[in-house]
């Protein structure tokens, strides 16, 4: 089946926080704004409004869509809400890109957001339950035994997530959005700081933010219309799969390998490390880069740290930059962590990233993943058609 | 009987801090002063309560404007069985009320002695709390008015602090019922007895029982099987600072994916009568049990998990987790 091609416009974010000074609706609407800005487009040229957030009770707003709408100018026009645990910005996008391929419309907003401090995302997810026993205690303890067996499976060095941490630190000081600025911070202090859920150190671990992303996307003729710079969305791809099941490979699950099969077969991509200039991955926790690397096909299996000790993923003088934006690990407004992945991704192909900008990116990669990482969300763009 | 569905309550509730943002940082500081406050909208007419974006045009709002505390009953319905946190434990009317000076109404309780005391374009009033601190709940509900009562808008005082942001506390009450196979499950825990369900076409075994292969997407066998209380750890975190939410659980802690000898998946259980150090994956582990008369239908019967002293398992795939190989559909 053929599809209409689409294209990013603009992307508009908050300054992640701790605390965003206004109400969520302001928050949505300074995102969305910045977005139409950068794109040109007014709040008339809207044909829909495409949103996604994380799990209600992480924010106890239930229907934020309904809420919302106005805030996004979405009177009179379609709005739908995604959810997918913390791959739902990812989702989202690919969702309002599929709204464009499918010929359905020809400009979408869409936004993802979070205002955790609003509530308290660690309580969210150690919700208690009857007849159960439980000792989780937030994402940190779920994921810190998978990590465990990713370092025992490549036998890799026990301070490579150091590695990870400190470089998306310092990527973080070029991007004026990143909530977490911390231009003295070192190598030995982020090695020192204290374990929470060992083998992950707090500075291992990303902030609490508020924050929201909105993208405008447009169909070939909008696109081609446009005065400035656009990305041209190569692919998108999403998978799930169960959260537990015999033989499930929890370190590189196979809806993470089939979603970046998928998404690289459409854009074209077959040396997936030579043809990507720029990744914007979701690592919420310093190892997942390595895990990532290996899982989206960039390393082979158990070689991925290999290319965080050579420094391969740093924007200073790496190969394949990572996080160039600094990532989830210097901004985390959960629902919105997906949508800045595929937003910075685009920036980069439209050479809009400013200080963080990798030099000549022509293709870049959007990754977000959610759950019990068992959902995904992927998108290759281009700076050409 | 035994087929029966456990239940039990669930109660979720948390206070939510909002940040207010201006508009309605202004409606909440006028409550908490005794005005009530609209805003303009885009065509000049009056929205109340106020919002920040114009529902029409989508535009920015910000002109509050005072309104009175006296309107007019623009339809309503009766509400004969109040639920707890409503405004009032006696019936009650829910109406939609537009007071003097605003365009659209708001939506609030009206006490009367029944039915038969409402209408359609009667006039009500505001009842006020008594002590008010910039929340919704400051206004309690609304009166019939005499018709001489005017209601005009009281002069907002000058240099009073703004509200910036708001509790807003949520309950939700459930009854959570854990299914068929779980509440089995549950109630051979009463007994000691671990039990599992099996899938017909894989073999794989889980614990808890599901009632469904995850694997193969089909119904278990109607059976579940019995399983010892003895495993390995396949992986494991070490919590080694205080989490908040909780605090019957000091560090450092472990805990543990728990395979049982004969289980294809994992589960999470807690480590005990071990040095967090000494952990190892592979370590063989057995159940430690609450005392006999203390047992009940709960999975909290097991409070963790201790070393058995046997030799490590081996593991090969450090990739894959669970048993699958002990399957095969035999």
């Known amino acids: 089946m053929g599809k209409e091609r689409a294209a990013v416009l603009g992307v508009g974010q908050t300054k992640y926080d701790t605390t965003y000074p206004g109400s969520m609706a302001g928050m949505l609407r300074e995102a969305a704004t910045n977005a139409l800005e950068m794109s040109g487009k007014g709040w008339d040229d809207i044909d829909a409004v495409i949103m996604g957030k994380a799990p209600d009770f992480f924010e106890g707003v239930m229907m934020p869509e309904v809420y919302l709408a106005e805030a996004l100018g979405c009177v009179g026009k379609p709005i739908m809400r995604v959810h997918t645990a913390g791959s739902v910005g990812g989702s989202t996008a690919c969702v309002a890109t599929s709204m464009i391929q499918s010929g359905v419309h020809e400009t979408v907003l869409t936004i993802g957001w979070e205002k955790q401090s609003e509530s308290n995302a660690m309580w969210a997810l150690s919700l208690p339950q009857p007849f159960a026993t439980s000792v989780n205690a937030g994402a940190g303890g779920y994921f810190s035994p998978i990590i465990r067996r990713y370092m025992m499976m490549t036998e890799a060095p026990e301070l490579i997530g150091c590695m990870v941490a400190l470089k998306d630190r310092k990527h973080a000081l070029n991007n004026p959005y990143a909530h977490l600025h911390q231009p003295d911070l070192t190598f030995e202090q982020v090695v020192e700081s204290p374990m929470l859920w060992d083998p992950i150190r707090y500075s291992e671990t990303c902030p609490s933010s508020d924050g929201a992303c909105a993208i405008v996307l447009g169909s070939e003729k909008v696109a081609e219309a446009h005065d400035g710079p656009v990305a041209w969305i190569k692919g998108i791809a999403m998978r799930s799969e169960s959260g537990s099941f015999a033989g499930r490979n929890m370190v590189s699950p196979a809806a993470s390998e089939a979603c970046a ?10 040396d997936r490390r030579k043809e990507i200039d720029a990744v914007e991955m979701y690592v919420p926790f310093s190892w997942y880069e390595p895990m990532w690397l290996e899982s989206l096909g960039f390393a082979e299996k158990g070689q991925g740290w290999k290319m965080v000790e050579e420094g391969a993923t740093s924007i200073d003088g790496g190969d394949l930059p990572v996080n160039c934006s600094g990532g989830v690990l210097s901004s985390n407004p959960i629902g919105a962590s997906g949508m800045i992945r595929f937003g910075e991704a685009a920036l980069q192909v439209m050479g ?5 900008q990798v030099d000549g ?9 959610g759950g019990a990482a068992q959902y995904y969300a992927m998108w290759v763009v281009g700076a050409d058609k | 009987m035994a087929d029966e569905v456990l239940t039990a309550p669930l109660v979720l509730e948390y206070p939510f801090t909002r940040t207010t943002g201006p508009v309605i940082g202004g409606f909440l500081t006028g409550l908490r002063e005794g005005v009530i406050h609209g805003v303009r909208r885009s065509d000049g007419t009056v929205m109340c309560p106020p919002l920040e974006y114009d529902p029409i045009t989508a535009a920015p709002l910000s002109e509050l404007v005072a309104v009175g505390t006296v309107g007019t009953v623009t339809t309503w319905t009766w509400n004969g069985e109040p639920r707890a946190q409503q405004p009032f434990t006696q019936p009650f009317a829910w109406a939609m009320i537009t007071l003097d000076g605003a365009d ?31 929340h919704i709940t400051d206004i309690v509900g609304f009166i019939s008015a005499v018709a001489s009562t005017t209601g005009e808008p009281a002069a907002m005082p000058s240099d009073v602090e703004q509200i910036q942001s708001v509790r807003t506390p949520i309950r939700m009450e459930y009854t959570y019922t854990p299914g068929r196979a779980l509440s089995q499950y549950l109630r051979a825990m009463k007994d000691k007895r671990i039990l599992g369900d099996k899938c017909p076409e894989t073999g794989e075994v889980s614990v808890p029982p599901r009632g469904v292969s995850s694997v193969a997407g089909k119904p278990t066998l109607p059976e579940l099987v019995d399983l010892p209380d003895t495993g390995y750890i396949e992986s494991f975190n070490i919590t080694r600072v205080p989490i908040k939410m909780r605090p019957d659980l000091t560090p450092p802690y472990v805990s543990a994916w728990i395979v049982l000898d004969g289980a294809s998946v994992g589960f999470m259980g807690l480590g005990m009568n071990v040095e967090p150090e000494d952990v190892r994956v592979g370590m063989r582990v057995r159940a430690v049990w609450k005392p006999d008369d203390e047992l009940e239908m709960s999975a909290q019967n097991i409070l963790g998990w201790e070393p058995t002293g046997e030799p490590d398992e081996v593991i090969t795939d450090y990739a894959r987790v669970g048993r699958l190989e002990q399957g095969g559909g035999q």
């Open chain 1, 261 to 270: 099969d998928d998404v690289f077969a459409q854009a074209g991509i077959h």
């Open chain 1, 352 to 356: 809009l990233a400013g200080d963080h």
């Open chain 1, 361 to 369: 990116a022509k293709t870049a990669v959007g990754h977000a993943y």
């Open chain 2, 104 to 134: 659209t109404p708001m939506l609030h309780a009206v006490f009367v002695d029944s039915a038969d005391d409402m209408a359609t374009g009667m006039r009500v009033e505001v009842v006020w709390r008594d002590e008010r601190e910039g």
